[in-house]
């Protein structure tokens, strides 16, 4: 089993940047895929970015290609997910969640985080 916390959310004006931090419980972190995905109130839960368990390949929604980069230190049993030049839509409770391989469904997910809250003022 992996328990995963989500760190780094907060606010921040628009065109800005924040680092999200999720730190895995457990040996078997470089076993998992993982991925980033967010949500809004009444909204379902959208994909955000994965990335492979070896960090070799990653993929972004396009809402968020070019801005936003996921990263992984398996060393340290965590993934993160930089975003720069942030948008007021990118408002949301931010999730990071482990899988067996890279996918956009959550339904591939098996463990999630908590969430952390950002907020992006205009």
């Known amino acids: 089993q992996v328990q995963l916390v989500e760190s780094g959310g907060g606010l921040v004006q628009a065109g800005g940047s924040l680092r999200l931090s999720c730190a895995a419980s457990?040996?078997?972190?470089?076993?998992?895929?993982m991925g980033w995905f967010r949500q809004t109130p009444g909204k379902e839960r959208e994909f955000v970015a994965a990335?492979?368990?070896?960090?070799?390949?990653?993929y972004y929604a396009y809402s968020v290609k070019g801005r936003f980069t996921i990263s992984r230190d398996n060393a340290k049993n965590t993934v993160y997910l930089q975003m720069n030049s942030l948008k007021p839509e990118d408002t949301a409770v931010y999730y990071c969640a482990a899988s067996t391989r890279a996918a956009v469904s959550t339904l591939e997910y098996d463990y999630w985080g908590q969430g952390t809250q950002v907020t992006v003022s205009p």
């Open positions: 990335i492979r368990r070896s960090g070799g390949s990653t």
């Open positions: 457990g040996r078997t972190f470089s076993r998992y895929a």
